[in-house]
């Protein structure tokens, strides 16, 4: 081979080799190496458009993406002047019209009593899943009225209701206040008299100080708080019956003592049973200046009773709006639900058209048996209108879902009538003592536990 062939020749494979190399850059692309061990790595997002990159600065460099090594010469690309837009003259501005939809208006605050201690607050959510979502914005639990200690908010017992009120600032934490201890406990008239009388003259204050402190601690000062409820029945040993002067003295001392305590915003509400019961709860009435809100606890009692008959009779639902009109109050149902006149789905439409039409500030049904409709399967059918109403859905036939937590005994309120009340949280069996562990790990036991005394003469 002459040299000029061979010089033919070696500039014929230099010119491949060129071309075998580019052509090896243009197929790899970004994300690929050329040379021998050439792997493929994961492409970046695709950027966004709307947004621009930030420009480099010497503190933040700006990352590059690979070289090829021997890349192919590439032709720089065409550059097109970007079109210089018309002059337009502004047109005068003029508010656009709103094609927004109106919000609905909204549902008045309900809730339901469900468990007094951490289960109340995880069963809400479970509530408003079978409600299809319809929001829960009242809280309701109660002091056990065993003891003064349980009465002052012993720490531990508020904490998870509290944590679920801060969670949204539109919610709504009530809270049943005792004003006696041993509240259950079947006391005489003749001691509750001499109790009201010592309260009137201050000698349980530092119980409801404690109380108030407590709940702005928790950072729930505007707790609205029903005490002394059904204080015109026979139940508590906080009724008014006895005394009915004496008595009104002392839930204006017990007010006075939690409004003085720096922060709070409690709101105070005034809740007899409907009807005349023991006495007329007109004549516990304490005023206007202690009284925030005009409650009432309306079952459907006594037997026989129409829904048109408890709006009409002496003190009841017609007569309560009516007060509370007259004293430039608010009302409220802080307990109502079924009692004894069966599944009786025309009280049920009647005390939700009732409250619909009057908008109380909120109401919470009593949930548990003979009053409920979700934890107690005995009332279909005025579950099912309960359902439809608060839910938005027709009422068609659904299975009622067992709560999926088992429950120790709630502490539960009874209405006027019902002859045996249930027993407070702390309650012991007879010949038993309990050991206080803290509502936390009670609740995991399902309970309080307690030692039996007769333990010993039982195996001996």
């Known amino acids: 081979m002459t040299p000029q062939q ?45 947004v621009p990159a930030p420009p480099a600065t010497a503190q933040t460099p700006v990352p590059q993406a690979p070289v ?19 002059a337009v003259t502004p047109a005068p501005e003029t508010p656009a019209p709103s094609t927004a939809a109106p919000a609905p208006p909204q549902r008045p605050a309900f809730g339901a009593y469900l468990d007094y201690g951490p289960l109340g607050v995880a069963r809400m959510a479970q509530l408003s899943t079978w409600l299809g979502g319809a929001e ?53 008239d ?25 709940l702005v601690e928790l950072d729930v000062p505007d707790t609205v708080l029903v005490l002394g409820w059904e204080m015109n029945g026979i139940t508590y040993t906080h009724r008014c019956g006895p005394d009915p002067e004496a008595w009104k003295t002392y839930w204006n001392r017990i007010v ?25 709860w007109t004549q516990c009435y ?66 939700l058209a009732w409250m619909d039409a009057h908008r109380p500030l909120y109401n919470t049904l009593t949930d548990y048996c003979p009053h409920g409709v979700w934890q107690c399967r005995q ?20 299975p009622l879902p067992s709560p999926s937590v088992p429950s120790a005994q709630p502490v539960t309120p009874q209405p006027v009538g019902q002859p045996v009340p249930q027993p407070s949280p702390s309650a012991a069996p007879a010949r038993c003592s309990p050991l206080d562990l803290g509502d936390w790990v009670e609740y995991w036991l399902g309970g309080k536990l307690c030692v039996r005394l007769d333990w010993y003469s039982r195996r001996h």
Request: proline content about 11%; aromatic content about 8%; charged content about 25%.
């Open 136 to 188: 829960l914005r009242v809280g309701h639990t109660y002091l056990p009225g065993d003891r003064w200690s349980n009465i002052e908010g012993r720490p531990g017992f508020l904490d998870v209701w509290a944590h679920w009120r801060r969670e949204k600032a539109d919610r709504m934490l009530v809270l049943n206040v005792p004003m006696m201890e041993r509240n259950e406990d079947g006391v005489s």
């Open 286 to 351: 304490p005023g206007d200046d202690t009284v925030d809100i005009v409650g009432m606890d309306s079952y459907d009692q006594p037997s026989g009773l129409t829904f048109d008959e408890q709006v009409k009779e002496p003190y009841g639902l017609q007569e309560h709006v009516e007060f509370a009109k007259k004293h430039g109050k608010a009302i409220s149902y802080p307990e109502w639900g079924l009692f004894r006149n069966g599944d009786n789905t025309t009280y049920m439409r009647g005390m």
């Open 68 to 86: 090829p090594q021997n890349p192919a010469p590439q032709p720089p690309a065409p550059v097109t002047p970007a079109p210089v837009p018309p």
């Open 256 to 280: 006075t003592t939690m409004r003085s305590v720096p922060g709070q915003e409690f709101k105070f509400d005034f809740a007899p049973s409907r009807g005349r019961d023991a006495v007329p």
């Open 379 to 398: 009332n279909p059918q005025a579950s099912e209108v309960y359902r439809a109403v608060l839910s938005g859905r027709p009422a068609v036939p659904a």
């Open 190 to 214: 003749a001691e509750v008299r001499r109790l009201l009388r010592r309260g009137a003259g201050g000698e349980f204050d530092q119980h409801f100080r404690a109380l108030a402190e407590r």
């Open 6 to 50: 061979r010089g033919v020749r070696s500039r014929r494979l230099t010119v491949v080799a060129a071309a075998l190399i580019a052509s090896a850059a243009l197929a790899c692309g970004p994300g690929f190496a050329a040379g021998a061990g050439v792997t493929r790595v994961a492409e970046p997002p695709a950027p966004t458009p709307a």
